[in-house]
């Protein structure tokens, strides 16, 4: 084929423009729990910001909150704000697919289509988002994402087999590559490692240092040590004593972990409960 279809020639050719994201005010609710009250936080371009804090304190649901899933939940509610760059992903006129095309998800456990090849499930996005390809135009995209993902070496040779074949740790970098074919501009991920072995999990951070030039990531981490390792920004969300979740303190990651303000910043990090 000689014809290139010019959204997909946008999307190759286009160098990905990097995007702050900020929640501004952000409370949310699951019928009257209230469960996140007035989250503010700048999320850098090209900075990968981990969201830590121990389980039940709100840090999937403010993820959500930032690509649109929360609303799924049909007794969710929210209010505030989510800028990227400065546009407002809850303004109407945006549509709801481009908001999600421009902010990715990473969830917990890998979810490849099983049965699909490796090939398709990378450029399954592509369909679902309306992008029509050629096949050169995929091929070079799949190797691309792959290689991004750093799994292009493992599955190169067999491109064709079932994701499903995998394992967890290539399972979830495939999963990365899937969100990355249609050039997300920030990549969320919900404990992208939390089911993996530690070789699978340093392999992942290895992968999120490399993105983060070009995506800008937002990840929600139980381990300390990851969030040392990967992060440029630490927030710290808490939720007390049946109070919604909150932020306690953010800041740059060296000083979450040596010098940080609030007491409680400092129990948690240092492994006091949580
Ligand atoms: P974290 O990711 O920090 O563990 P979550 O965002 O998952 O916290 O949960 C925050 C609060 O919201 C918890 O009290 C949890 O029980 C509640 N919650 C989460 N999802 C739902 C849901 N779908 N329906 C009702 N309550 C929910
Ligand atoms: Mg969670």
């Known amino acids: 084929m000689t014809t290139t279809d010019s959204a997909t020639t946008a999307i190759l050719d286009q160098p990905t423009r990097l995007a702050q994201l900020e929640a501004r005010n952000v409370s949310a609710w699951f019928g009257d ?16 910001t981990a969201l830590i804090g ?15 899933m929360h609303e799924l939940v049909p007794t969710a509610s929210l209010a505030g704000e989510v800028l990227i760059d400065d546009r407002d992903i809850y303004d109407a006129s945006l549509r709801i697919t481009d908001a999600r095309r421009q902010i990715g998800m990473v969830f917990q456990k890998p979810n490849p289509f099983p049965a699909m090849s490796i090939q398709d499930n990378v450029t399954a996005g592509l369909l679902l988002t309306g992008v029509k ?10 190797e691309e994402c792959l290689t991004k993902a750093g799994l292009w070496t493992e599955v190169k040779d067999r491109l064709r087999q ?27 991920m919900d404990e992208p490692c939390s089911a993996l072995d530690p070789t699978s999990t340093r392999r992942i951070e290895q992968t999120i240092k490399e993105l983060a030039s070009e995506v800008t990531v937002v990840i929600v981490t139980h381990n300390m040590q990851q969030a040392a390792r990967v992060s440029d920004q630490c927030a710290f969300f808490l939720a007390e004593a049946g109070t919604p979740g909150a932020i306690i303190e953010h800041g740059p990651t060296n000083l979450m972990f040596d010098s940080p303000q609030d007491q409680r910043t400092f129990d948690y990090v240092n492994g006091r409960f949580g």
């Not at 729990?33 to 990968?48: F, I, Y």
């Not at 390809?133 to 799949?142: I, M, N, S, V």
């Open 33 to 48: 729990h209230k469960v996140l009250d007035r989250v503010s936080l700048l999320m850098p371009a090209g900075k990968v």
């Open 54 to 68: 121990p389980s039940g304190c709100g840090k999937s649901t403010f993820l959500r909150i930032l690509n649109r």
């Open 133 to 142: 390809a050629d096949r050169a135009t995929k091929e070079q995209l799949l």
């Open 162 to 188: 079932p994701g499903g074949g995998l394992s967890g740790g290539q399972q979830q970098r495939l999963c990365i590559a899937r969100s990355l074919a249609v050039s997300p501009r920030i990549l969320l």
